[in-house]
């Protein structure tokens, strides 16, 4: 009997490579793993090409093009790993959704979110409107997947923090009684880490750092959640005068003014300013962290009184930067030496700057500060003064990256730093030119 000849199997890839590649690209990068599990053909297709034409495609898809990222360096941007990089970010939102993933792997995903945020595009003049491909997808996968309200392994508690501040409570917009109830926690807790005058000391700057000069995210959070919740409670007032929030608002050039800054003004200093200030009664501050009636100092029982009250205040600011050749007492304020300079070569130099302040009671001061790098961060310093006596001392950290319009958060205290001494939490951030006063909303009631 002679043997049937085999039936040849048709190829799953009848048509010229160059055009199955094409028709991927317009895949997504999960669908195009499962195609190159069919065959050893599809396989080779997608991850053996010398070339990382398809890599690059299906990136360039689904998120902003790195190389216009400011933390992306010229030199670099001519050996990017498109495939690695993907798959970083894929994997990345594969542990997001799966809380029972180790713990390293969780550590790993949050780093490659915050480098997606840093790897943002910047806002472009003429393109102010535009989204970016970065923060819509890592704003997705972080509200769908709650990473960021599981428990949490010690070495990410830092990388937790920065990424709650970014987004500012925009995930915690629920109204139901078990969101109540978290918020409501939460706002205790952050009332009692941002009112503990432990926090402020000559090791942390008197603001919201760590000891070993790097920022303390955990202290920026609690900043952000007892401001964004107190004016939660004042629907009626400011309406108009909020601090932008959200991941979009982190991006370079974001705030207003952007593109009509000078030259030397990298920081996108000079305009107009708004900046919410919340406060403790002195005498409750000082029971809070020295009284031992009740439950003792620093209890969160405190704050459950519901006698308790705590303050918040808008004030309307105006920067002018102060030109290089300024007599040196325009550069120097109280606890800031004249002869401040960069802290590295490759970092800007300080910009040093004075305005005026307006207050809700008239009550008119003269502000003089700085900004300068703080390791990869932009830390804001300055001071209040009132009738030429400095009273206040400002310190915080700009939201994301340089001009965002995110602004600044950070905290106030007494500008000799006294023992005893009151503090809080602040947020700056920049308005158009042409933006009306709120002063006149404010009512004591």
């Known amino acids: 009997m002679i043997a049937a000849a085999p039936i040849s199997s048709p190829s799953v890839l009848p048509i010229p490579c160059e055009v199955t590649e094409q028709a991927l690209t317009f895949c997504h990068p999960r669908d195009v793993a499962s195609f190159a599990g069919t065959c050893r053909s599809a396989r080779n297709l997608v991850y053996q090409t010398p070339d990382q034409y398809l890599w690059r495609q299906l990136f360039l898809a689904h998120f902003d093009d790195p190389r216009k990222a400011l933390s992306v360096k010229r030199e670099d941007s001519c050996r990017l790993d498109w495939k690695a990089e993907l798959q970083k970010r894929i994997r990345a939102e594969f542990v997001a959704y799966?809380?029972?993933?180790?713990?390293?792997?969780?550590?790993?995903?949050?780093?490659?979110?915050?480098?997606?945020?840093?790897?943002?595009?910047?806002?472009e003049e003429g393109h102010e409107h535009t989204v970016s491909l970065n923060l819509k997808w890592l704003d997705h996968v972080l509200r769908d997947s709650r990473v960021l309200d599981t428990a949490v392994w010690h070495p990410e508690r830092a990388m937790r923090a920065l990424l709650r501040s970014y987004l500012a409570l925009t995930h915690d917009d629920r109204k139901d009684d078990e969101a109540g109830k978290r918020l409501k926690l939460m706002r205790t807790s952050s009332r009692c880490f941002v009112y503990d005058l432990r926090k402020y000391s000559r090791e942390t700057f008197w603001g919201p750092y760590e000891p070993q000069n790097s920022v303390n995210w955990k202290h920026v959070e609690n900043n952000i959640n007892v401001i964004i919740m107190n004016l939660r409670e004042l629907p009626d007032m400011w309406l108009n005068t909020r601090p932008p929030c959200g991941l979009e608002s982190t991006r370079a050039y974001s705030a207003p003014g952007s593109f009509a800054r000078s030259p030397r003004d990298w920081a996108g200093v000079e305009g107009n300013w708004r900046r919410f200030v919340c406060f403790m009664d002195y005498r409750d501050?000082?029971?809070?962290?020295?009284?031992?009636?009740?439950?003792?100092?620093?209890?969160?029982?405190?704050?459950?009184?519901?006698?308790f009250q705590e303050a918040t205040r808008l004030v309307e600011t105006t920067f002018r930067v102060i030109e290089d050749d300024a007599e040196d007492e325009e550069f120097s304020f109280v606890g800031h030496p004249a002869n401040c300079q960069a802290d590295q070569p490759s970092h800007p130099a300080p910009i040093h700057f004075v305005g005026l302040s307006h207050g809700s009671h008239g009550n008119e001061a003269t502000v003089k500060g700085c900004v300068k790098m703080f390791g990869d961060r932009i830390r804001w310093r300055w001071v209040s003064?009132?009738?030429?006596?400095t009273q206040w001392s400002s310190d915080g950290v700009q939201l994301g990256q340089v001009c965002s319009a995110a602004g600044v958060v950070g905290n106030w205290t007494g500008a000799y730093h006294e023992e005893g001494d009151p503090a809080g939490p602040f947020w700056l951030w920049k308005v158009p030119d042409e933006h009306p006063s709120h002063l006149s909303e404010f009512t004591d009631d």
């Open 385 to 389: 003064i009132y009738d030429h006596h």
């Open 98 to 123: 799966n809380a029972e993933e180790r713990a390293l792997d969780r550590y790993r995903a949050l780093a490659t979110f915050i480098a997606v945020i840093e790897g943002a595009a910047p806002v």
């Open 285 to 307: 501050l000082f029971a809070f962290n020295f009284s031992a009636h009740n439950n003792g100092p620093r209890h969160p029982s405190f704050f459950e009184d519901e006698n």
